[in-house]
């Protein structure tokens, strides 16, 4: 039972590496490395696609983490550990939050239909367009050449997982300091002006008028032609009008 | 050998592409805010891998002034929503035409 189960083993093992040996070539990474980002890869893909096509915005917002979740494993992969924790604290912990506040705080937490568009052409387009914009960038990517004129450069960020994080600080505290500095003030910026914008629709100050239509709607069929021509279901009272209008007549 | 940077960034080609055609697509603007998220962490996820192909962490620290942008993009945007949906009484994009000059 045991050598047989070894067998098969081995045997499945055999084929998921020769797999792995065509989809990758020479340069051969580890099988826990694949495996993972392939996982990961699919989680962001069904994420993004599922954020399109979801009939409901509450929907689209959990797909949403989904997604960012896998591009944060991605990160992980790339020995980026403190951007995958910062992904996952920023992206899913605040502003997917903030996203489900506002869906919810103005209610518009319903499916709505998007079975078809009203402007026909527009959806074959932007597909079109969408194809156009991968097909670019792919080809941009895997036509550029580099600056030292190799066909593309691989390879480990030097001295390990664990120094990422020293270096990254290293960098934002030295070269990138008044950058840095600057997002305070563009964060400080955002919060006043998300404050100002949604209080100034409360408070309507002497000059700010709230919006008017400039003309009120009329209607531009003569009184009674609805009834003369049996548009309009109760017509006894328009039609005794118009009977006392060619009376006098 | 880990995984070859080409990999990731076809993945963020393809993460890119969805959210081009999401934004063209969908009507809802909460939704469309959605998709442009998708196509920062698409760009994002290009940063770092360069980032690691040309052993370089001025991608990384890109990648991080993303963030804090996106995050500033979104709480204005989303009180621009709120504030117009006080007054359109939606969040569809072509109920917006009153801004049409």
Not at chain 1, 24 to 43: E, K, N, R, Y
Request: some cysteine.
């Amino acid at each position: 039972m045991i050598p047989a189960l070894h067998s098969y083993g081995t045997v499945l093992h055999g084929m998921i590496f020769g797999l792995h040996g065509i989809v990758f070539g020479t340069t051969l990474p580890t099988l826990p490395d694949s495996v993972t980002f392939f996982i990961a890869a699919v989680i962001v893909l069904v994420g993004g696609i599922g954020v399109v096509v979801s009939r409901n915005p509450v929907h689209s917002a959990l797909w949403l983490v989904a997604c960012l979740f896998g591009i944060a494993v991605m990160f992980l992969l790339q020995d980026a550990s403190f951007l995958a924790a910062v992904q996952i604290i920023v992206y899913a912990g605040a502003i997917v939050v903030l996203f489900l506040f506002v869906i919810m705080l103005l209610g518009v937490d319903r499916p709505e239909s998007i079975g078809s568009d009203p402007l026909k052409a527009q959806r074959p387009l932007a597909i079109l367009f969408g194809l156009g914009v991968l097909g670019g960038s792919l080809l941009l990517g895997f036509t550029a050449k580099w600056e030292s004129g190799a066909k593309s450069q691989a390879g480990r960020a030097v001295g390990g997982s664990t120094n990422e994080v020293q270096k990254l600080g290293k960098a934002v505290f030295s070269i990138y300091l008044l950058p840095f500095e600057a997002t305070a003030a563009l964060l400080t910026i955002a919060v006043v002006g998300a404050v100002l914008l949604t209080m100034h629709a409360n408070r309507t100050t002497e000059n700010s008028k709230p919006y008017e239509d400039p003309k009120p709607y009329e209607d531009p069929v003569p009184d009674g032609y609805r009834s003369r021509q049996g548009l309009v279901a109760n017509a006894d009272e328009e039609v005794d009008l118009v009977d006392k209008e060619l009376d006098v007549k | 050998m880990s995984i070859p940077g080409s990999w990731y960034l076809t993945l963020a080609a393809l993460l890119f592409s969805i959210g081009v055609v999401g934004i063209l697509v969908r009507r809802n603007v909460l939704i469309m805010f959605m998709c442009i998220e998708l196509m920062l962490n698409a760009a994002n996820l290009t940063l770092v891998t360069y980032a690691r192909m040309l052993n370089d962490i001025g991608g990384q620290v890109l990648v991080f002034f993303v963030l804090v942008v996106a995050a500033a993009e979104v709480v204005v945007g989303l009180g621009v929503i709120v504030s117009i949906f006080r007054r359109a009484k939606s969040t569809t994009a072509d109920d917006l035409h009153i801004l049409k000059g």
